[in-house]
């Protein structure tokens, strides 16, 4: 009777979020329909000329979409491999810290990029890359280049420089999660280890990394189901004209060729595609970490 109970204030308890859930996460996706729509504001919703594929076709002609789609992807990718990496590297030199205090205001340092606007992150990208900003200065006097680099006006380094400060920003609050699997490995496993004459560096390797596998499966694959979804936000606000064709990713195409244009179907089928994409990417990663011995995650 008792655990029937604590059963039932469970669900009253969830019964909130499942309600916030299904009006915005759920209820939104009959909008979908504007996308086999000639979608005009004016008419209601379902009051439009019904148009089938034609905007999807539209999207698969566009050079534009695929131009957009390779950045999104490329991005994506450096973003999701450098920013598993840092995250998971600095977890573990955390981790390492013998001081409590240090680690403490280490780790409450490293948060706080996160909370910063991007606005605030691209001033100050922006400005350290400038002709006469602190890297230029640092690589002329050094001796490294004879001249300054135009770090923002060169189309090849926008890919480096956008991932570089979305790591700066984010390294400390992904460690997160990675920080609290650690705590929960066994401390018998360390000892042992000591015992047998492992160094720190070698516990790390057979201790600490197999023992969170599981966790950074699960990350793993949530953050490749997001692939695609990386915003638009640093990218329009460290980009300009003259790398322009780098900077346009999925969301900054939607905004501007679909919204921007009052082609509120077009928009709509850009955002269903992305959802496919998504789910399909799951699913695969879903799939991969089943054969590697994980068990299915969802």
Same mark, same amino acid.
């Given at each position: 009777?008792?655990?029937?109970?604590?059963?039932?204030?469970? *669900?009253?308890?969830?019964?909130?979020? $499942?309600?916030?859930?299904?009006?915005?996460?759920?209820?939104?996706?009959?909008?979908?329909? !504007? @996308?086999?729509?000639?979608?005009?504001? @004016?008419?209601?919703?379902?009051?439009?000329?019904?148009?089938?594929?034609?905007?999807?076709?539209?999207?698969?002609?566009?050079? !534009?979409?695929?131009?957009?789609?390779?950045?999104?992807?490329?991005?994506? $990718? *450096?973003?999701?491999?450098?920013? /598993?990496? &840092?995250?998971?590297?600095? @977890?573990?030199?955390?981790?390492?810290?013998?001081? =409590?205090?240090?680690?403490?205001?280490?780790? /409450?340092? &490293?948060?706080?990029?996160?909370?910063?606007?991007?606005? =605030?992150?691209?001033?100050?990208? =922006?400005?350290?890359? &400038?002709?006469?900003?602190?890297?230029?200065?640092?690589?002329?006097?050094?001796?490294?280049?004879?001249?300054?680099?135009?770090?923002?006006?060169?189309?090849?380094?926008?890919?480096?420089?956008?991932?570089?400060?979305?790591?700066?920003?984010?390294?400390?609050?992904?460690?997160?999660?990675?920080?609290? @699997?650690?705590?929960?490995?066994?401390?018998?496993?360390?000892?042992?280890?000591?015992?047998?004459?492992?160094?720190?560096?070698?516990? !790390?390797?057979?201790?600490?990394?197999? &023992?969170?596998?599981?966790? #950074?499966?699960? *990350?793993?694959?949530?953050?490749?189901?997001?692939?695609?979804?990386?915003?638009?936000?640093?990218?329009?606000?460290?980009?300009?004209?003259?790398?322009?064709?780098?900077?346009?990713?999925?969301?900054?195409?939607?905004?501007?060729?679909?919204?921007?244009?009052?082609?509120?179907?077009?928009?709509?089928?850009?955002?269903?595609?992305?959802?496919? $994409?998504?789910?399909?990417?799951?699913? #695969?990663?879903?799939?991969?970490?089943?054969?590697?011995?994980?068990?299915?995650?969802?």
């Amino acid at each position: 009777m008792a655990k029937n109970e604590n059963t039932k204030s469970l *669900l009253l308890m969830s019964f909130p979020f $499942i309600i916030w859930l299904l009006i915005f996460k759920y209820v939104p996706i009959a909008g979908w329909v !504007m @996308a086999f729509q000639d979608y005009k504001p @004016a008419f209601g919703l379902f009051n439009q000329e019904w148009v089938g594929f034609a905007h999807f076709r539209d999207l698969f002609q566009e050079p !534009m979409f695929y131009r957009a789609l390779e950045n999104t992807l490329g991005m994506g $990718i *450096l973003g999701l491999v450098f920013g /598993t990496i &840092s995250a998971i590297g600095f @977890a573990l030199l955390l981790n390492e810290l013998r001081f =409590i205090t240090m680690k403490k205001w280490t780790q /409450t340092i &490293s948060y706080l990029p996160h909370f910063v606007s991007w606005v =605030i992150v691209a001033n100050i990208v =922006i400005t350290m890359l &400038s002709q006469d900003g602190i890297v230029n200065n640092l690589l002329t006097g050094i001796g490294i280049v004879d001249r300054p680099i135009s770090f923002m006006a060169e189309p090849n380094l926008f890919w480096g420089i956008v991932t570089a400060a979305d790591v700066w920003k984010e390294t400390g609050w992904n460690a997160i999660i990675y920080l609290a @699997a650690m705590a929960g490995v066994d401390p018998q496993l360390y000892e042992a280890a000591k015992v047998d004459g492992a160094s720190r560096w070698r516990q !790390m390797w057979h201790i600490t990394l197999p &023992s969170i596998r599981p966790v #950074i499966i699960v *990350l793993l694959i949530l953050n490749i189901g997001n692939l695609i979804n990386i915003g638009f936000e640093k990218q329009m606000l460290l980009g300009n004209n003259i790398v322009a064709e780098k900077a346009l990713v999925i969301d900054m195409y939607a905004l501007e060729y679909g919204i921007g244009m009052f082609r509120y179907s077009f928009g709509t089928a850009i955002g269903i595609f992305k959802s496919v $994409i998504s789910v399909i990417l799951i699913l #695969i990663c879903n799939g991969f970490a089943k054969r590697i011995g994980e068990g299915r995650v969802f």
